[in-house]
């Protein structure tokens, strides 16, 4: 089993920046890669970021690209993700995620492993 936390979210400004932080615990050996992804209510659930364990790949949702940072540390089994330039489009509960046998990085599907969830929410 893998276990996640998720930490950072919080109420910003349009503009402003949030940095979230996943945590990781239990069978780490067998990620292949960690993700970021968001859910608004009545929204299905949006790939955000992805990153590789062990290549140096990302993998970026057009509508963050360029404003979010997914990084990662293996010794401390914790992804981030780094928020600029917010909007208030990105208001959503944001999740980390594990994939385990990777597939097309952008579904949910290929990921076993979700956290709680850390709500982000954008003011105008």
């Known amino acids: 089993q893998v276990q996640l936390v998720e930490s950072g979210g919080g109420l910003v400004q349009a503009g402003g920046s949030l940095r979230l932080s996943c945590a990781a615990s239990?069978?780490?050996?067998?990620?292949?890669?960690m993700g970021w992804f968001r859910q608004a209510p009545g929204k299905e659930r949006e790939f955000i970021a992805s990153i590789r364990r062990s290549v140096s790949i990302t993998y970026y949702a057009d509508s963050v690209k360029g404003r979010f940072t997914i990084s990662r540390d293996n010794a401390k089994n914790t992804v981030y993700l780094q928020m600029d330039s917010m909007k208030p489009e990105d208001t959503a509960i944001y999740y980390c995620?594990?994939?385990?046998?990777?597939?097309?990085?952008?579904?949910?599907?290929?990921?076993?492993?979700w956290g709680q969830g850390t709500q982000v929410t954008v003011s105008s």
């Open positions: 995620a594990v994939a385990t046998d990777l597939g097309i990085i952008r579904l949910p599907s290929s990921y076993s492993y």
């Open positions: 239990g069978r780490t050996f067998s990620s292949i890669a």
